[in-house]
Protein backbone atom coordinates (compact mmCIF):
# COMPACT_ATOMS: atom_id res chain seq x y z
CA UNK A 1 0.00 0.00 0.00
CA UNK A 2 1.57 3.43 -1.10
CA UNK A 3 2.54 6.13 1.01
CA UNK A 4 2.12 9.03 -0.69
CA UNK A 5 2.10 13.02 1.05
CA UNK A 6 -0.20 15.67 -1.22
CA UNK A 7 2.64 18.19 -0.40
CA UNK A 8 5.35 16.12 -2.02
CA UNK A 9 6.41 17.82 -5.52
CA UNK A 10 5.84 14.79 -7.24
CA UNK A 11 1.97 14.07 -5.72
CA UNK A 12 -0.56 14.79 -8.89
CA UNK A 13 1.52 12.43 -10.75
CA UNK A 14 1.67 9.72 -8.27
CA UNK A 15 -2.27 10.53 -7.65
CA UNK A 16 -3.11 10.34 -11.42
CA UNK A 17 -1.22 7.02 -11.48
CA UNK A 18 -3.04 5.50 -8.57
CA UNK A 19 -6.76 6.62 -10.34
CA UNK A 20 -5.54 5.25 -13.32
CA UNK A 21 -7.70 2.03 -14.49
CA UNK A 22 -5.74 -0.07 -16.86
CA UNK A 23 -7.15 -0.35 -19.88
CA UNK A 24 -5.18 -3.96 -21.36
CA UNK A 25 -6.73 -5.70 -23.86
CA UNK A 26 -9.94 -3.28 -24.60
CA UNK A 27 -10.19 -3.62 -28.39
CA UNK A 28 -10.36 -7.40 -27.48
CA UNK A 29 -12.95 -7.64 -25.34
CA UNK A 30 -14.74 -4.49 -27.56
CA UNK A 31 -14.19 -6.82 -30.44
CA UNK A 32 -15.90 -9.82 -28.35
CA UNK A 33 -18.59 -8.14 -27.17
CA UNK A 34 -19.99 -6.66 -30.26
CA UNK A 35 -19.54 -10.16 -31.84
CA UNK A 36 -21.67 -11.71 -29.07
CA UNK A 37 -24.77 -8.61 -29.35
CA UNK A 38 -24.47 -9.44 -33.05
CA UNK A 39 -25.09 -12.93 -32.96
CA UNK A 40 -28.22 -12.33 -30.32
CA UNK A 41 -29.73 -9.76 -32.50
CA UNK A 42 -29.42 -12.28 -35.10
CA UNK A 43 -30.08 -15.47 -33.63
CA UNK A 44 -31.81 -14.58 -30.68
CA UNK A 45 -32.76 -17.59 -28.50
CA UNK A 46 -30.35 -19.68 -29.91
CA UNK A 47 -27.52 -17.74 -29.11
CA UNK A 48 -28.39 -17.29 -25.56
CA UNK A 49 -28.55 -20.83 -25.01
CA UNK A 50 -25.14 -22.13 -27.29
CA UNK A 51 -23.46 -18.86 -25.28
CA UNK A 52 -24.08 -19.95 -21.87
CA UNK A 53 -23.48 -23.46 -22.41
CA UNK A 54 -20.04 -21.97 -23.87
CA UNK A 55 -19.30 -18.80 -21.58
CA UNK A 56 -20.88 -20.44 -18.32
CA UNK A 57 -19.94 -23.93 -18.32
CA UNK A 58 -24.10 -24.73 -18.97
CA UNK A 59 -25.53 -28.03 -20.58
CA UNK A 60 -28.77 -26.61 -21.84
CA UNK A 61 -30.57 -27.70 -24.69
CA UNK A 62 -33.27 -24.83 -25.11
CA UNK A 63 -34.37 -21.61 -23.36
CA UNK A 64 -36.85 -22.65 -20.81
CA UNK A 65 -33.65 -24.46 -19.07
CA UNK A 66 -32.47 -20.81 -18.30
CA UNK A 67 -35.87 -19.23 -16.98
CA UNK A 68 -36.42 -19.09 -13.49
CA UNK A 69 -40.04 -19.24 -12.52
CA UNK A 70 -41.66 -17.42 -10.07
CA UNK A 71 -42.59 -20.76 -7.88
CA UNK A 72 -38.67 -21.62 -7.75
CA UNK A 73 -37.79 -17.85 -6.57
CA UNK A 74 -40.13 -18.34 -3.61
CA UNK A 75 -39.07 -21.79 -2.91
CA UNK A 76 -35.65 -20.07 -2.75
CA UNK A 77 -37.35 -18.05 0.76
CA UNK A 78 -37.92 -21.34 2.15
CA UNK A 79 -34.37 -22.98 1.59
CA UNK A 80 -32.43 -19.96 2.62
CA UNK A 81 -31.49 -19.40 6.58
CA UNK A 82 -34.64 -17.75 8.34
CA UNK A 83 -32.43 -14.75 9.63
CA UNK A 84 -30.56 -14.46 6.31
CA UNK A 85 -34.65 -14.20 4.91
CA UNK A 86 -35.33 -11.58 7.55
CA UNK A 87 -32.15 -9.31 6.67
CA UNK A 88 -32.53 -9.30 2.90
CA UNK A 89 -36.64 -8.01 3.91
CA UNK A 90 -35.22 -5.56 6.69
CA UNK A 91 -32.83 -4.36 3.27
CA UNK A 92 -35.37 -4.39 1.27
CA UNK A 93 -38.12 -2.39 3.36
CA UNK A 94 -35.50 -0.33 4.76
CA UNK A 95 -34.77 0.76 0.69
CA UNK A 96 -38.55 0.98 -0.16
CA UNK A 97 -38.63 3.99 3.06
CA UNK A 98 -35.97 5.83 1.72
CA UNK A 99 -36.87 5.71 -2.33
CA UNK A 100 -40.58 6.74 -1.18
CA UNK A 101 -39.41 9.65 0.48
CA UNK A 102 -36.56 10.53 -2.24
CA UNK A 103 -39.78 10.00 -4.78
CA UNK A 104 -41.76 12.91 -2.58
CA UNK A 105 -38.76 15.08 -2.84
CA UNK A 106 -38.64 14.75 -6.71
CA UNK A 107 -42.38 15.85 -6.46
CA UNK A 108 -43.60 12.57 -7.34
CA UNK A 109 -44.38 10.69 -10.53
CA UNK A 110 -47.29 13.31 -11.25
CA UNK A 111 -47.47 15.92 -14.26
CA UNK A 112 -47.02 19.49 -13.65
CA UNK A 113 -48.02 22.81 -14.97
CA UNK A 114 -48.21 26.69 -15.01
CA UNK A 115 -50.09 29.17 -16.47
CA UNK A 116 -48.10 32.09 -17.99
CA UNK A 117 -48.95 36.13 -18.70
CA UNK A 118 -50.19 35.32 -21.99
CA UNK A 119 -52.11 32.67 -21.45
CA UNK A 120 -50.03 29.75 -22.46
CA UNK A 121 -49.97 26.00 -20.60
CA UNK A 122 -46.88 25.01 -20.40
CA UNK A 123 -45.70 22.02 -17.86
CA UNK A 124 -44.45 18.47 -18.00
CA UNK A 125 -45.97 14.71 -18.29
CA UNK A 126 -44.09 12.72 -15.79
CA UNK A 127 -44.60 8.91 -16.31
CA UNK A 128 -42.29 5.46 -15.35
CA UNK A 129 -40.89 3.85 -17.73
CA UNK A 130 -42.91 0.09 -18.69
CA UNK A 131 -40.22 -2.62 -18.51
CA UNK A 132 -36.52 -1.89 -16.73
CA UNK A 133 -33.41 -4.52 -16.89
CA UNK A 134 -31.72 -5.51 -13.92
CA UNK A 135 -27.87 -7.43 -14.15
CA UNK A 136 -26.35 -8.69 -10.90
CA UNK A 137 -23.32 -10.78 -10.47
CA UNK A 138 -23.52 -14.04 -10.02
CA UNK A 139 -20.11 -15.56 -11.16
CA UNK A 140 -16.97 -14.53 -8.70
CA UNK A 141 -19.34 -13.58 -6.02
CA UNK A 142 -23.28 -13.36 -6.20
CA UNK A 143 -24.99 -10.43 -4.88
CA UNK A 144 -28.36 -10.44 -3.38
CA UNK A 145 -28.09 -6.61 -2.63
CA UNK A 146 -28.06 -5.62 -6.11
CA UNK A 147 -31.31 -7.15 -6.58
CA UNK A 148 -32.95 -5.21 -4.20
CA UNK A 149 -31.14 -1.57 -4.71
CA UNK A 150 -32.00 -1.57 -8.43
CA UNK A 151 -35.92 -3.43 -8.38
CA UNK A 152 -36.89 -1.46 -5.24
CA UNK A 153 -36.08 1.87 -6.43
CA UNK A 154 -37.44 1.03 -9.80
CA UNK A 155 -40.53 -0.21 -8.05
CA UNK A 156 -41.53 2.77 -6.04
CA UNK A 157 -40.91 5.08 -9.12
CA UNK A 158 -43.90 2.89 -10.73
CA UNK A 159 -41.81 0.50 -13.39
CA UNK A 160 -44.49 -2.29 -13.53
CA UNK A 161 -42.67 -4.89 -15.29
CA UNK A 162 -38.93 -6.19 -14.58
CA UNK A 163 -36.39 -8.61 -16.17
CA UNK A 164 -33.72 -9.98 -13.90
CA UNK A 165 -30.56 -11.54 -15.43
CA UNK A 166 -28.11 -12.94 -13.51
CA UNK A 167 -24.95 -15.55 -14.02
CA UNK A 168 -24.95 -19.23 -13.40
CA UNK A 169 -21.36 -20.43 -13.52
CA UNK A 170 -22.09 -24.19 -13.95
CA UNK A 171 -25.44 -23.98 -13.63
CA UNK A 172 -25.48 -23.26 -9.96
CA UNK A 173 -27.57 -20.10 -8.93
CA UNK A 174 -27.42 -18.59 -5.54
CA UNK A 175 -30.41 -19.37 -3.38
CA UNK A 176 -30.39 -16.15 -1.16
CA UNK A 177 -30.02 -14.32 -4.93
CA UNK A 178 -33.45 -15.72 -6.23
CA UNK A 179 -35.48 -15.25 -2.55
CA UNK A 180 -34.06 -11.46 -3.09
CA UNK A 181 -35.91 -11.41 -6.42
CA UNK A 182 -38.85 -12.83 -4.66
CA UNK A 183 -39.29 -10.09 -2.20
CA UNK A 184 -38.51 -7.83 -4.78
CA UNK A 185 -41.78 -9.34 -7.09
CA UNK A 186 -39.08 -9.37 -9.86
CA UNK A 187 -41.22 -10.49 -13.35
CA UNK A 188 -38.63 -12.59 -15.12
CA UNK A 189 -36.12 -14.01 -13.93
CA UNK A 190 -33.55 -15.91 -16.57
CA UNK A 191 -30.14 -17.38 -15.76
CA UNK A 192 -28.09 -16.16 -18.58
CA UNK A 193 -24.90 -13.38 -17.69
CA UNK A 194 -22.19 -11.70 -19.74
CA UNK A 195 -22.89 -9.42 -22.91
CA UNK A 196 -25.46 -11.82 -24.25
CA UNK A 197 -28.00 -11.28 -21.28
CA UNK A 198 -27.07 -7.01 -22.23
CA UNK A 199 -27.94 -7.77 -25.95
CA UNK A 200 -31.07 -9.73 -24.77
CA UNK A 201 -32.61 -7.04 -22.67
CA UNK A 202 -31.74 -4.49 -24.92
CA UNK A 203 -32.72 -6.50 -28.20
CA UNK A 204 -35.27 -8.54 -27.43
CA UNK A 205 -35.44 -12.42 -28.06
CA UNK A 206 -38.44 -14.63 -28.39
CA UNK A 207 -37.95 -15.26 -24.42
CA UNK A 208 -36.18 -12.63 -22.98
CA UNK A 209 -38.42 -9.14 -23.34
CA UNK A 210 -36.76 -6.01 -24.31
CA UNK A 211 -36.55 -3.29 -21.65
CA UNK A 212 -36.23 0.59 -21.73
CA UNK A 213 -33.43 0.40 -19.50
CA UNK A 214 -30.39 -1.16 -18.02
CA UNK A 215 -28.86 -1.18 -14.50
CA UNK A 216 -26.70 -3.09 -12.52
CA UNK A 217 -22.94 -3.52 -12.01
CA UNK A 218 -21.16 -6.43 -14.24
CA UNK A 219 -17.57 -7.30 -15.53
CA UNK A 220 -15.77 -5.46 -18.34
CA UNK A 221 -17.83 -7.37 -20.68
CA UNK A 222 -21.24 -6.33 -19.03
CA UNK A 223 -19.83 -2.80 -18.98
CA UNK A 224 -18.81 -3.04 -22.50
CA UNK A 225 -21.73 -4.40 -23.69
CA UNK A 226 -23.89 -1.96 -21.96
CA UNK A 227 -21.69 0.72 -23.58
CA UNK A 228 -22.83 -0.43 -27.02
CA UNK A 229 -26.51 -0.86 -26.27
CA UNK A 230 -26.45 2.46 -24.88
CA UNK A 231 -29.06 4.44 -27.28
CA UNK A 232 -31.35 1.83 -27.84
CA UNK A 233 -31.91 1.70 -24.31
CA UNK A 234 -31.04 3.57 -21.55
CA UNK A 235 -28.46 2.74 -19.29
CA UNK A 236 -27.24 3.75 -15.27
CA UNK A 237 -23.66 4.20 -16.04
CA UNK A 238 -20.67 2.12 -17.10
CA UNK A 239 -19.38 1.38 -13.70
CA UNK A 240 -15.68 0.68 -13.04
CA UNK A 241 -14.24 -1.00 -9.92
CA UNK A 242 -15.75 0.23 -6.58
CA UNK A 243 -13.69 2.18 -4.73
CA UNK A 244 -13.72 4.08 -0.78
CA UNK A 245 -11.85 7.19 0.34
CA UNK A 246 -11.80 7.68 4.37
CA UNK A 247 -10.32 11.16 6.14
CA UNK A 248 -9.76 10.57 9.36
CA UNK A 249 -8.42 13.15 12.13
CA UNK A 250 -6.82 11.76 15.40
CA UNK A 251 -10.43 10.89 16.86
CA UNK A 252 -10.27 7.84 14.09
CA UNK A 253 -9.50 3.89 15.69
CA UNK A 254 -6.63 2.43 13.34
CA UNK A 255 -8.22 -1.04 14.17
CA UNK A 256 -11.62 0.00 12.82
CA UNK A 257 -10.11 1.93 9.94
CA UNK A 258 -8.38 -1.06 8.77
CA UNK A 259 -11.44 -3.13 8.37
CA UNK A 260 -12.70 -0.04 6.88
CA UNK A 261 -10.38 -0.63 3.80
CA UNK A 262 -10.34 -4.31 4.08
CA UNK A 263 -13.97 -4.01 3.47
CA UNK A 264 -13.13 -2.68 0.37
CA UNK A 265 -10.33 -3.91 -1.52
CA UNK A 266 -12.17 -7.76 -0.64
CA UNK A 267 -14.55 -6.40 -3.77
CA UNK A 268 -11.72 -7.67 -6.36
CA UNK A 269 -8.21 -6.99 -7.29
CA UNK A 270 -9.10 -3.99 -9.21
CA UNK A 271 -11.38 -2.62 -5.92
CA UNK A 272 -9.68 0.81 -4.78
CA UNK A 273 -9.31 1.76 -0.60
CA UNK A 274 -7.96 5.12 0.12
CA UNK A 275 -7.21 6.39 3.74
CA UNK A 276 -6.13 10.56 3.92
CA UNK A 277 -5.27 12.04 7.08
CA UNK A 278 -2.90 14.91 8.38
CA UNK A 279 -2.40 12.81 11.36
CA UNK A 280 1.26 10.97 10.63
CA UNK A 281 0.84 9.03 13.85
CA UNK A 282 -2.43 7.47 12.68
CA UNK A 283 -1.35 7.08 9.20
CA UNK A 284 1.32 4.90 10.60
CA UNK A 285 -0.36 3.14 12.61
CA UNK A 286 -3.13 1.58 10.33
CA UNK A 287 0.25 0.86 8.17
CA UNK A 288 1.38 -1.19 11.06
CA UNK A 289 -1.59 -3.69 11.43
CA UNK A 290 -2.26 -4.38 7.83
CA UNK A 291 -0.03 -7.40 8.05
CA UNK A 292 -1.47 -9.12 11.01
CA UNK A 293 -5.10 -8.26 10.31
CA UNK A 294 -4.86 -8.99 6.72
CA UNK A 295 -3.65 -13.07 7.34
CA UNK A 296 -7.61 -12.72 9.54
CA UNK A 297 -8.83 -12.14 6.60
CA UNK A 298 -10.55 -15.19 4.17
CA UNK A 299 -10.36 -13.26 1.05
CA UNK A 300 -6.74 -11.99 2.03
CA UNK A 301 -5.48 -12.65 -1.62
CA UNK A 302 -7.92 -10.60 -3.19
CA UNK A 303 -7.41 -7.64 -0.41
CA UNK A 304 -3.38 -7.70 -0.73
CA UNK A 305 -3.39 -7.62 -4.41
CA UNK A 306 -5.77 -4.68 -4.43
CA UNK A 307 -4.20 -2.90 -1.65
CA UNK A 308 -0.99 -3.65 -3.51
CA UNK A 309 -2.17 -2.17 -7.00
CA UNK A 310 -4.62 0.77 -5.87
CA UNK A 311 -4.60 1.25 -1.80
CA UNK A 312 -3.06 4.62 -0.52
CA UNK A 313 -2.34 6.39 2.29
CA UNK A 314 -2.53 9.78 1.96
CA UNK A 315 -0.68 12.25 4.51
CA UNK A 316 -2.07 15.83 4.06
CA UNK A 317 -1.26 19.26 6.07
CA UNK A 318 -4.65 19.71 7.00
CA UNK A 319 -8.73 18.86 6.66
CA UNK A 320 -8.43 21.55 4.14
CA UNK A 321 -6.33 19.98 1.78
CA UNK A 322 -7.69 16.56 2.95
CA UNK A 323 -10.96 17.89 1.30
CA UNK A 324 -9.31 19.45 -2.20
CA UNK A 325 -7.77 15.82 -2.60
CA UNK A 326 -11.77 14.21 -2.50
CA UNK A 327 -12.42 16.58 -4.66
CA UNK A 328 -9.92 15.69 -7.21
CA UNK A 329 -10.97 12.04 -6.82
CA UNK A 330 -14.94 12.39 -6.46
CA UNK A 331 -15.17 9.07 -5.07
CA UNK A 332 -17.80 6.58 -4.90
CA UNK A 333 -17.81 6.34 -1.28
CA UNK A 334 -16.64 8.82 0.89
CA UNK A 335 -16.40 8.38 4.86
CA UNK A 336 -15.68 11.29 7.20
CA UNK A 337 -13.97 9.35 10.26
CA UNK A 338 -13.83 12.78 11.95
CA UNK A 339 -14.71 14.23 15.51
CA UNK A 340 -17.25 16.46 13.89
CA UNK A 341 -18.11 15.10 10.44
CA UNK A 342 -20.90 16.88 9.60
CA UNK A 343 -19.34 20.47 9.96
CA UNK A 344 -17.32 19.58 7.00
CA UNK A 345 -20.26 19.17 4.48
CA UNK A 346 -19.88 21.84 2.53
CA UNK A 347 -15.89 20.86 1.71
CA UNK A 348 -17.64 17.66 -0.46
CA UNK A 349 -18.22 18.81 -3.87
CA UNK A 350 -17.70 15.38 -5.54
CA UNK A 351 -18.74 12.02 -4.00
CA UNK A 352 -21.88 9.71 -4.52
CA UNK A 353 -22.26 8.27 -0.98
CA UNK A 354 -20.91 9.96 2.08
CA UNK A 355 -20.71 8.60 5.40
CA UNK A 356 -20.16 10.49 8.57
CA UNK A 357 -19.00 9.59 11.64
CA UNK A 358 -17.08 6.33 12.65
CA UNK A 359 -20.30 4.17 13.41
CA UNK A 360 -21.59 4.73 10.03
CA UNK A 361 -19.47 2.32 7.95
CA UNK A 362 -19.64 2.10 4.09
CA UNK A 363 -21.28 -1.37 4.36
CA UNK A 364 -24.26 -0.37 6.07
CA UNK A 365 -24.22 1.39 2.68
CA UNK A 366 -23.89 -1.32 0.44
CA UNK A 367 -26.90 -3.67 2.53
CA UNK A 368 -29.08 -1.53 4.54
CA UNK A 369 -28.92 2.47 4.94
CA UNK A 370 -31.39 2.78 2.42
CA UNK A 371 -29.91 4.35 -0.47
CA UNK A 372 -29.06 2.71 -3.43
CA UNK A 373 -25.54 0.91 -3.44
CA UNK A 374 -25.39 1.80 -7.30
CA UNK A 375 -23.30 4.78 -7.33
CA UNK A 376 -20.85 6.52 -9.88
CA UNK A 377 -17.19 5.72 -9.99
CA UNK A 378 -13.75 6.54 -11.40
CA UNK A 379 -14.28 10.21 -10.99
CA UNK A 380 -17.90 10.06 -12.61
CA UNK A 381 -19.26 11.75 -9.26
CA UNK A 382 -18.49 15.27 -10.91
CA UNK A 383 -21.50 14.96 -13.18
CA UNK A 384 -23.20 11.34 -11.81
CA UNK A 385 -25.81 10.69 -9.12
CA UNK A 386 -26.50 7.79 -7.32
CA UNK A 387 -29.31 5.54 -8.69
CA UNK A 388 -32.61 6.77 -7.74
CA UNK A 389 -36.02 7.00 -8.31
CA UNK A 390 -35.24 9.62 -11.02
CA UNK A 391 -33.36 7.28 -12.72
CA UNK A 392 -36.86 5.36 -13.61
CA UNK A 393 -39.43 8.48 -14.51
CA UNK A 394 -39.60 10.10 -18.31
CA UNK A 395 -40.64 13.18 -19.02
CA UNK A 396 -42.95 15.00 -21.80
CA UNK A 397 -43.05 18.61 -22.14
CA UNK A 398 -46.55 19.98 -22.55
CA UNK A 399 -47.03 23.57 -24.15
CA UNK A 400 -50.25 24.84 -25.66
CA UNK A 401 -50.57 28.10 -26.74
CA UNK A 402 -53.71 30.74 -25.98
CA UNK A 403 -54.70 32.61 -29.19
CA UNK A 404 -52.73 35.67 -27.61
CA UNK A 405 -49.60 32.97 -26.49
CA UNK A 406 -49.71 31.98 -30.27
CA UNK A 407 -49.46 35.40 -31.56
CA UNK A 408 -46.44 36.30 -29.55
CA UNK A 409 -44.61 33.58 -29.35
CA UNK A 410 -44.40 32.63 -32.80
CA UNK A 411 -43.97 35.86 -34.29
CA UNK A 412 -40.10 35.76 -31.58
CA UNK A 413 -39.88 32.15 -33.60
CA UNK A 414 -40.51 33.20 -37.01
CA UNK A 415 -37.62 36.13 -36.09
CA UNK A 416 -35.30 33.59 -35.05
CA UNK A 417 -35.67 31.39 -37.36
CA UNK A 418 -35.11 33.67 -39.70
CA UNK A 419 -32.38 34.17 -38.47
CA UNK A 420 -30.97 30.81 -38.26
CA UNK A 421 -31.86 30.39 -42.27
CA UNK A 422 -34.63 27.73 -41.46
CA UNK A 423 -37.61 29.57 -44.21
CA UNK A 424 -39.88 27.09 -43.33
CA UNK A 425 -40.02 27.31 -39.89
CA UNK A 426 -40.59 30.97 -40.55
CA UNK A 427 -43.36 30.35 -42.55
CA UNK A 428 -44.68 27.56 -39.87
CA UNK A 429 -44.87 30.25 -37.36
CA UNK A 430 -45.64 33.45 -39.58
CA UNK A 431 -49.48 31.73 -40.54
CA UNK A 432 -49.61 31.66 -36.31
CA UNK A 433 -48.43 34.97 -35.77
CA UNK A 434 -50.49 36.62 -38.56
CA UNK A 435 -53.72 35.15 -37.85
Not at 72 to 87: F, S
Not at 92 to 108: I, M, S
Not at 124 to 150: C, D, F, L, N, W
Not at 186 to 213: C, E, L, N
Request: with cysteine.
Amino acid sequence: MQWLNAGSAGFDAALADLLSVSETNTESVRDAVRQIISAVRSEGDQALVRLTNQLDGQQVSEMGSLRVSRERMADACQKINPITLEALTASRDRVRAYHQQQLQAVGGASDWSYIDELGNSLGQSVRPMERVGIYAPGGKAAYPSTVIMTAIPARVAGVQEIVLCVPTPGGEINEVLLAAAHLCDIDHVFAIGGAQAVAAMAYGTRSVPPVDKIVGPGNIYVATAKEMVFGQVGIDMIAGPSEVVIVADDSARAEWLVLDLFAQAEHDEMAQSILISPSQALLAQVRDLLPARLAEQSRQDIIRESLDRRGALIQVEDLAQAFDVVNRIAPEHLQLVLASPRDHLGSIRHAGAIFLGENTTEVVGDYTAGPSHVLPTSGTARFSSPLGVYDFLVRSSIVECSRQGALELNRAAAILAEEEGLDAHAGSARYRAEG
